[in-house]
């Protein structure tokens, strides 16, 4: 169970509220393990754990009880209450149902190793530091660090040699009282969140209608976009997303940009925080990475040699200041980022060149479906982009996205008695590597254009309806989401992070191109499944799960190292929930068109608190498919 308001973490076991050091347990702040141990005892005896549960994306709840008086039968007269939150607290309630006044001694032992989290994970966390009274609870340091835990009301005993701190509490008949204990590093204030600040750049939307798992999926998952959010260190204004938790919580480009995308019906802040957080990153003077967002390399399956995600970053970059232009962003804003959406699309032609692809820097010229898709779309987003603010370019970009079209069309696609699939890449030599994957998605992510229409895709009539009928088959469809590689293809591992585990995000991607292209079965079917996984999950997607076939009775199984929250993970369910409504803004133009999903999978469903051209925006999807908007910006037009 993780507590997440980052910088803050708590990671605490699923089955008691004890934190006992074991594993990854403890309080975090910014990577390092504040405090690994906190153990509770009552009268002597540790409360017997009866619930524990999330209660929001920062708070974990735990509950145990305990039998004072043994000879008055089996039931428990004293309920334990642990409340423990991402910023450093855990309140510790005791609620008393004895007839009588109880006095009880509380012990809380207390420790940490002051251990980041990389060491944690790979099994170096070294031992317990010895602690000392501090004010009223304890301390400890290291070479590299200090920590303290500070208690309200302050403790009776402190016994630094065993880590402990003592009450005696006084509970009359049917009383309660409580221990707030805070854990912090020296000097550090008190945690201010940013997805709790006033500030934050993500409307609070919600979802109501027949099926009550999306309204609790799209209150879980902004809620854990909230507590991901983390400033700019030198530009607080800014705000980004940081990937995951507990392994990945700082800036990843890539799944920053992609999160900040797929949250673009919450509001435009947070695409532009993100987008002028990596212009100041973005490589800049002579040589063939100018113009290029950096980012690491990924690990890309056991088919493909890892892949550079500054690529795919890079090319995000102007699809994404393209779309938040169309959902709202100000014209001033989009006018501040457009030099380095250029620059961005000038390294994308000259890193071509005369080549209607863009091929891999780091493996030899290895030509990816994923990467071709991604370019392609940035050359039109990005050409659409230029002609609206009124600067050139944008030809000399569709010419290379109409070349890339006709040669991909006649050298990715590889025909058999099925009817055809997309190769996943090409090999340097320009042999097809053949294999079905999850990349193939992306060749239905398309892009945003104005008035409302989705910009033409890589493939077409015919291999996207061939393409649709592959992603919806038992190959790829799992029954909880699409499947990283497809079932039958040779190196499949329902577990593999790229070789068949499902991928929330790809999974909204597919949802949402398939029911743009007009395959609403296979699009419902996916959408369902993630609906169904979602359930099992506690509303809580994680970016991953075991790509298992799902069957009856069955449910998920989780991936050990998957983030969970995961930023792509939540911003791909506001994708997949408001797929249903399709609401395809363009703010400048003072339109908003809607192309519902008519099969409504469902039921009706209606989302209020949504954001367009600055202003709420509610609608409502009947259960004959059929959209109506209930609030808007004044002046905002309905689209043909």
Request: glycine share 12%; charged share 20%.
């Amino acid at each position: 169970m993780i507590c997440v308001a980052l910088p803050g973490l708590a990671i605490s076991s699923r089955e008691e509220g004890q934190l006992t050091g074991r594993g990854l347990e403890g309080f975090y702040r910014a990577g390092r393990r504040v405090l690994s141990r906190c153990e509770i005892r009552v009268a002597g005896r540790e409360p017997l754990a009866v619930q524990a549960q999330m209660i929001a994306a920062d708070r974990a709840r735990f509950v145990g009880t305990l039998r004072t008086s043994p000879q008055a039968g089996p039931d428990p007269d004293v309920v334990v209450e642990r409340n423990r939150y991402a910023d450093g607290t855990e309140r510790i309630t005791l609620h008393s149902a004895a007839s009588r006044p109880l006095r009880l001694p509380v012990e809380v032992a207390l420790g940490t190793d002051l251990a980041d989290l990389g060491a944690i994970a790979s099994g170096n966390a070294g031992p317990e530091l010895p602690a000392s009274v501090h004010g009223s609870g304890l301390r400890w340091s290291c070479a590299t660090g200090n920590a303290s835990v500070t208690a309200e009301p302050p403790p009776a005993d402190a016994l630094a040699s065993a880590g402990l701190l003592r009450w005696e509490l006084n509970l009359p008949p049917g009383g309660s009282r409580s221990v707030e204990l805070r854990v912090r590093p020296d000097g550090a204030g008190p945690l201010r969140a940013v997805g709790r600040a006033a500030t934050s750049p993500l409307a609070a939307a919600r979802a109501e209608g027949d099926d009550p798992t999306a309204a609790a999926l799209l209150r879980t998952s902004i809620e854990d976009l909230q507590a991901l959010l983390l400033r700019d260190a030198v530009h607080p204004a800014d705000t980004h997303l940081a990937a995951g938790a507990p392994w990945r919580c700082g800036l990843a480009p890539a799944d920053a940009l992609v999160a900040a995308r797929m949250a673009l019906p919450l509001g435009t802040g947070l695409a532009a925080g993100t987008l002028r957080i990596l212009a100041r990153t973005q490589l800049t003077g002579p040589g063939p990475q100018s113009g290029m967002i950096p980012g690491p390399r990924r690990d890309a399956g056991p088919l493909l040699p890892p892949q550079c995600t500054g690529t795919e970053a890079t090319m995000l970059f102007p699809a994404l200041l393209a779309e938040a232009r169309r959902w709202g962003l100000p014209e001033q804003e989009t006018e501040a980022l457009l030099p380095a959406a250029e620059r961005c699309l000038t390294w994308l032609l000259a890193t071509a060149g005369d080549d209607p692809y863009l091929r891999d820097p780091h493996s030899g010229g290895l030509t990816r479906c994923e990467t071709q898709a991604h370019a392609h779309r940035a050359a039109l987003l990005g050409a659409d982009l230029l002609d609206a603010c009124g600067r050139a370019g944008g030809d000399g970009l569709r010419q290379w996205a109409q070349a890339s079209r006709t040669a991909f069309r006649r050298d990715f696609w590889l025909d058999d008695l099925g009817g055809g699939r997309p190769a996943v890449a090409r090999a340097p030599d320009g042999r097809p590597v053949p294999h079905l994957s999850s990349a193939a998605a992306h060749l239905l992510d398309t892009g945003l254009l104005g008035g409302g229409a989705m910009a033409p895709g890589l493939l077409d009539k015919v291999q996207t309806e061939h393409l649709a009928r592959l992603l919806g088959s038992p190959v790829m469809d799992s029954g909880w989401g699409l499947r990283g590689l497809g079932a039958k293809e040779p190196g499949f591992n329902p577990f593999g992070h790229r070789a068949g585990a499902v991928r929330v995000q790809e999974t909204a991607l597919a949802v949402a191109g398939l029911a743009a292209a007009g395959y609403e079965k296979e699009a419902s079917s996916l959408l369902r499944g993630v609906i169904a996984a979602a359930t099992s999950f506690e509303h809580r997607l994680p970016e991953m799960y075991a790509g298992e076939q799902r069957t009856e009775g069955s449910t998920p199984l989780p991936h050990p190292a998957a983030c969970r929250p995961a930023a792509t993970a939540a911003g791909a369910v506001v994708l997949l929930l408001t797929t249903l409504a399709g609401i395809r803004p363009d703010a400048p133009a003072g339109t908003v068109t809607l192309r519902p999903v008519r099969s409504a999978p469902l039921g009706e469903i209606g989302f209020t608190g949504l954001r367009v051209a600055g202003a709420p925006f509610s609608v409502r999807v009947s259960r004959l498919g059929l959209a109506m908007v209930e609030e808007a910006a004044d002046g905002l037009q309905l689209g043909a």
